[in-house]
């Protein structure tokens, strides 16, 4: 289940903070969230599918993870980012 590259390409570009970043939290996050909804709607149609709900536990807490280092780090980008996502409603 991995993303296509033209998609993963756009939100690279997207999210960026330089020319060539793909390692900013923000691209990382940026990145998971679309993988994330990804194996949420496939989850939704293979409700029995455990592999990849192991998966799918990983990434979240994986996103997590990073979030929190975010806004440990920088508030006001952790911020710009939720806002962007649409995370934390």
Known sequence: MALDAAVKQSIIKDFATSEGDTGSPEVQVAVL???I??????MKEHK?????QRGLLAMVGRRKRMLTYLKNTDINRYRALIERLGLRR
Request: charged content about 35%; aromatic content about 8%; glycine content about 0%.
């Open 33 to 35: 969230t679309q993988r």
């Open 37 to 42: 909804k990804d194996l949420t709607e496939h």
């Open 48 to 52: 029995h599918d455990f592999h990849t």
